[in-house]
C-alpha cells in the first residue's frame, strides 16, 4: 500500500491536489485557532445554522485565496518539461509552496 501511495503521490498532478488539500487544512485549523482564540467575542452570534454559513463563507474564501497564493506553484508544477523531475526542481516547488502558504495564513 505504501509503495502504491508513493508511486501516485509521485506524479507531479498527484503532489499539487495533495499539496492544496493540505492548504485547506493548514487555512482551516488557523481559522479554527482564530475563532477560539475570540471566542468571547463570537459566542453569542454563533448557533449551529451560522457555523454552517460560516463554514461556507470560509471555503469559498479559502479557495480564492488558496488560488492566488498558490498559482506559481501550480503554474511551476505543471509545466510540460522533462527538467521538472529532478529533485532540485522538487525541492524548489516545495518551498515556493511552503512559503506562500506561510504568507497567506
Known sequence: ???LFG??????TA???INIILA???FMVC???FVLNNWRLYADCIDFGMAGQ???GS????TSAICYLCSIYLILVLLPFHGKE???????TSLVFVIMVMIGA
Open 7 to 12: 508511486k501516485i503521490a509521485s506524479t507531479p
Open 15 to 17: 503532489a499539487a491536489i
Open 54 to 56: 460560516f463554514l461556507r
Open 1 to 3: 500500500m505504501r509503495k
Open 31 to 33: 481559522r479554527i485557532a
Open 86 to 92: 529532478r529533485q532540485g526542481y522538487y525541492r524548489f
Open 59 to 62: 471555503l469559498r474564501f479559502d
Open 24 to 26: 485547506y487544512l493548514v
